[in-house]
């Protein structure tokens, strides 16, 4: 079974520049989140998605962050525009149901200079 | 506020040996904890969960000991290994309600041959 996906897995960009991140769970997990983890912090959460409804994205900066899973599989993050201090790993995991495991991908690493 | 962090940011033990990894929490009203392994360039990976009703559960190799009493997580390894090197992090949930986990600092477990 084939673990959550995420791409890219690096990505370099100019402040000020937008960027989106993809992200494809594990195939019938319905809850998907969107974590931000700093250098040698531990993640934090920006949104929590039950199927295609966002039911916690109090977290997310909502001047610069946009997240959408219209289809209830996968999901899209975006910063527009991304500033010095967005530089970060983000990290997508699912879980089937509301319990039970959660599964991380393996970030997209941003960079922002 | 809630916070859940760890004693020691790093650990170096000899191969062979045992090691602990130490978690202080804050929020009483937490019930459920995890232990998370995140080797380099990966997401973190469940190591083990431990609910409040319990002050002791093993796994293979792993050990987690919770104390309500002080509001202190341990995760104790056994005979470690070289594969055994990574951050290890500590995360805080409830049962019930929202499943936001709030995640520790981290502690990077250096395995000496």
């Known amino acids: 079974e084939a673990g959550v996906v995420q791409s890219p897995r690096y990505k370099i960009i100019e402040k000020k520049q937008p960027v989106a991140f993809w992200c494809n769970p594990i195939?019938?997990?319905?809850?998907l989140y969107w974590y931000l983890q700093n250098l040698g912090q531990g993640p934090e959460l920006l949104i929590r998605?039950?199927?295609?409804?966002?039911?916690?994205d109090s977290q997310l900066p909502k001047d610069r962050f946009s997240a959408e899973r219209l289809k209830g599989v996968d999901s899209t993050l975006k910063i527009q525009p991304a500033e010095l201090g967005d530089s970060a790993v983000y990290l997508c995991?699912?879980?089937?149901?509301?319990?039970?495991?959660?599964?991380f991908g393996e970030g997209s690493r941003l960079t922002v200079l | 506020g809630e916070s859940v962090g760890l004693h020691l940011p790093t650990l170096s033990v000899q191969e062979g040996d045992n090691s602990i990894i130490n978690c202080a929490y804050s929020n009483s009203a937490s019930d459920y904890f995890i232990w998370y392994k995140q080797e380099s360039g990966k997401g973190p990976q469940f190591i083990i969960d431990i609910r409040s009703n319990m002050d002791k559960r093993q796994g293979q190799r792993v050990t987690v000991l919770l104390n309500k009493t002080v509001k202190h997580l341990s995760l104790q390894i056994a005979a470690t290994q070289p594969g055994d090197s990574a951050v290890y992090f500590c995360a805080e949930s409830r049962i019930q309600g929202a499943q936001k986990l709030v995640f520790g600092q981290g502690t990077r477990l250096t395995i000496n041959p």
């Open positions: 995991a699912s879980r089937r149901g509301t319990g039970g495991e959660l599964f």
């Open positions: 998605y039950e199927n295609e409804e966002a039911v916690d």
């Open positions: 195939s019938g997990h319905n809850t």
